[in-house]
Each structure stands twice: as C-alpha cells, then as structure tokens.
C-alpha cells in the first residue's frame, strides 16, 4: 500500500494548541477508505431503494448527517478517528449522492459529470496551492486548508462515482472487469511513485479518486442481483458487513493511535 511522506508545509501559520487533524496515510488509511467507499455506494442505495427515502430524501438525511459531523470536525483541535471516519463515510454517500442526482434528476450524462468534477477538483487544488504554497496532506492543522481538504474529498468521491458509474454501466464493461481496470491503475500508479517517477501528492490524490469507483465496484459486485453481474448480497449485508469492518479497525486505531501525528512531528518531516 502507499504512504505518503510530508510534503513542505507552506506558509500557513500553525495553531500552538492543534494537533494535525488528519491519519498517516498507511495501509490501514487505504483499507478503511476502500471500505468507506463501497458504504458510500451500498448505503445510499440502502436508504434510497430499500428503506425508500428516495433520492431527494436519502440527499437531504445526508447532506444534514455530513454538515452535523464536519461542524464537529471542525471544532475538534486533534484527529479523532471515529469522528475522521464518520465524515469520510458520509462524504462518500453524499459524492454518490451527486452523481445520482445530476444523472436521475437533471439528465446529465455519466461523461459530463465526470468532466464537471473533474474542473471543480482541478480548481480546488490550484486554490489550494496558491493560497497555501501547498498541497501536503498531512499538514491540515488550521481551518482553511482542512476546508480545502474536505472539500477536495467531496469531489474525489463525486468525480470517483461518476468515472465508476461510466465504466461499469454505460460503456457497458460490468462490475468485475471495472474492478480489475481501477485495480491495475491504481497498482501502476503506486509502482510508478515507489519509482520516484510521480510526485508523491499528486499520486496519493489520483489513487484517492481512484479507490472511489474501485470500492464501488466492489459494492455492486457484491450487492447486486446475479442477473445484474453481481453476487447477489443485498445493499443491506454488504453495508452491515463493510460498516462492521470499518467499526473494527477504527476502534484498533483509536486504541493504539497507530495513524496519529502531532503537529510537531509534522513541522519535522
């Protein structure tokens, strides 16, 4: 798995009192957000579909679950992995949730969306880099650059599901022939930074973008009908499966603090 060392951290003038506010990015980083992501994918279609929320309903429980828990992410002045989690969570539901909407409710095809996403994130990350000197992602330790952060994670996730949705469905290449393409990319873009021939951000951010459609091919695989290229688990055990997974090793991590930094450590990289 990657690991992404500290970048420079830019010009930003650090709280005395805060610790980095985000996880060392380790092979438990990527296994709980592969996780998060396929739960981004089965839980909006557990509310939508089988609780029947609908779009418009399972949208607006989301978008108030995500504002409610990014408000106390921001409060917090340390990592908190139960916290840190929760918004990664719902921030993936609420990126399927955007893809879903602009494709069911305004029609906007899988390859505009992709596109749209694509701009937005782009703009993120230039106004992140002009405004900090940076885009380290582990020196998040003021107000700003964590809603630079979060707010690039938004759209990685829409931007993920739209790509997924595009290659699984409407090129029509299925959900384990997806899996192997975002898997194979993702294990040449790793080797290729282990190389040294990728900044290490710009790798962490591609295979970050790309985990989102692999999770979620991973969900559909599992969740859906057989005479629908899936398993035929069901949204609600695959969801109840992976949530108990993510559960399980955010718990180990809280216990052991084996993903926290503090903010010196992180001025000494």
Known sequence: MMTVSFAHVGNAKPYKNWLVK????TAFFWIIKILATTVGETFADYLNETLGFGLNGTTLVTVIALIIALTLQFKSTRYKPTLYWLVVVLISIAGTLFTDNLTDNLNVSLLVSSIIFSIILAAI???WHRTEASLAIHSIYTPRREIFYWS???FTFA???ATGDLF???LGLGYSVSLIIFAVIIIAISGAWKLKLLNPVFAFWAVYVLTRPLGASIGDLLSQDKKDGGIGLGTTATSAIFL????GLVFYLTMTKKDAISLNQALAE
């Open 244 to 247: 108990g997974v993510i559960v």
């Open 125 to 127: 990350f230039m106004a």
């Open 159 to 161: 931007l993920g599901t």
């Open 168 to 170: 699984a469905e409407r």
């Open 152 to 154: 690039a994670i938004l």
């Open 22 to 25: 985000v996880p060392e990015v």
